[in-house]
């Protein structure tokens, strides 16, 4: 099957810019997750959505970020404006469902490298 | 919340020998424990997760882990290691969510170095 899809892989930006990044995960996995993984730290996840509701965004910094999964399935994350703080690799997940257990496993994509000078 | 913490941040181990990656856990409740590796420039890889049942979990590549109630420790294992195991090695742990569902909560990563 096809990977989680995400690009582009690596942008650079000076600080106040906008940025996206776009994510199209693989097909049928009804959870996306949008996580930040700042050098030398674990990935922080910033949103999950289920479908195209929004389960948690309890850690995405709203004055700046933004997302949205409209359809179902492709996602988009926005930061605007960017601060220096923000540079990080940005990684989008799938996983078949939410609920249950949570015993279930979350495919990555290779990430979204932004540097922000 | 559940939290993992990984104390080594490298480990070095020379090809052939078996290596171990630390981690150890704090929840209330039980723990679903997953270990995920990353290679330079890819996405994070699942390699095994604990549930429930035999304390030994088998995962892909020939790693395997233990699970230790007592001591509250997920160590990552494997008996011979490879230089092309040399990567990033993540431990994560089930989190509950104010609002309902679970999400995947992360250590900081311990780098693992392979060498001839």
């Known amino acids: 099957e096809a990977g989680v899809a995400q690009s582009p892989r690596y942008k650079i930006i000076e600080k106040r810019q906008s940025v996206a990044f776009w994510c199209n995960p693989i097909?049928?996995?009804?959870?996306l997750y949008w996580y930040q993984q700042i050098l030398g730290q674990g990935p922080k996840l910033l949103i999950q959505f289920q479908n195209n509701g929004v389960v948690d965004d309890s850690q995405l910094p709203k004055d700046r970020f933004s997302a949205e999964r409209l359809k179902g399935v492709d996602s988009t994350l926005k930061i605007q404006p960017a601060k220096l703080e923000d540079s990080a690799v940005y990684l989008c997940a799938s996983s078949l469902v939410l609920g249950g257990s949570g015993a279930n496993v979350l495919t990555f994509g290779a990430g979204s490298r932004l540097t922000v000078l | 919340a559940q939290s993992v913490a990984q104390p080594e941040d490298q480990v070095n181990v020379a090809e052939g020998n078996p290596l171990t990656v630390k981690c150890t856990y704090s929840?209330?409740?039980?723990?679903?424990l997953f270990w995920y590796v990353q290679y330079p420039n890819r996405g994070l890889q699942f390699l095994l997760k604990y549930i429930t049942g035999d304390n030994l979990v088998k995962g892909s590549y020939g790693f395997e882990a233990e699970f230790n109630k007592s001591q509250t420790s997920f160590h990552l294992k494997k008996p011979s290691a490879l230089v092309s195991d040399s990567a990033l090695y993540f431990c994560?742990?089930?989190?509950?969510?104010?609002?309902?569902?679970?999400?995947?909560?992360f250590g900081t990563g311990t780098q693992l170095k392979v060498e001839l």
């Open positions: 097909s049928g996995h009804a959870t």
């Open positions: 994560a742990v089930r989190d509950l969510l104010t609002g309902g569902g679970n999400k995947l909560t």
């Open positions: 929840v209330s409740g039980n723990p679903y």
